[in-house]
Nanobody, 122 residues
Framework: QVQLAESGGGLVQAGGSLRLSCVGS????????MGWFRQAPGKEREFVAA????????AYADSVKGRFTISRDDAKNTVYLQMNGLNFADTAVYYC???????????????WGQGTQVTVSS
């Protein structure tokens, strides 16, 4: 059974930083793309960042480029999202997910975590 568990969310002031972690089990995650998504109240879930199984391919949403960094440690089955320069628009529940292909739509990510809340105060 594949499971993903996010952690590291919380309340932070604007301009601050957080590092999210997502630990996986039940799959050889080094073979799979890992992605981060977020969903703000009343909005659709949106892509944030993705990293290929090799770590050589990385993609970011335009809204987070230059502020967020995705990385992975396959020895720990863990993917990270370092978030710097947080602003109110980053407030959302953040989810990690896994997919067999880098060029995947949200629907093509097959396993999801439960999410971790990130709240940025002004």
């Amino acid at each position: 059974q594949v499971q993903l568990a996010e952690s590291g969310g919380g309340l932070v002031q604007a301009g601050g930083s957080l590092r999210l972690s997502c630990v996986g089990s039940g799959r050889t995650f080094s073979w799979y793309v890992m992605g981060w998504f977020r969903q703000a109240p009343g909005k659709e879930r949106e892509f944030v960042a993705a990293i290929s199984g090799s770590g050589r391919r990385i993609a970011y949403a335009d809204s987070v480029k230059g502020r967020f960094t995705i990385s992975r440690d396959d020895a720990k089955n863990t993917v990270y999202l370092q978030m710097n320069g947080l602003n109110f628009a980053d407030t959302a529940v953040y989810y990690c997910a896994t997919s067999p292909r880098f060029e995947s739509t949200i629907r093509q990510y097959d396993y999801w975590g439960q999410g971790t809340q990130v709240t940025v105060s002004s």
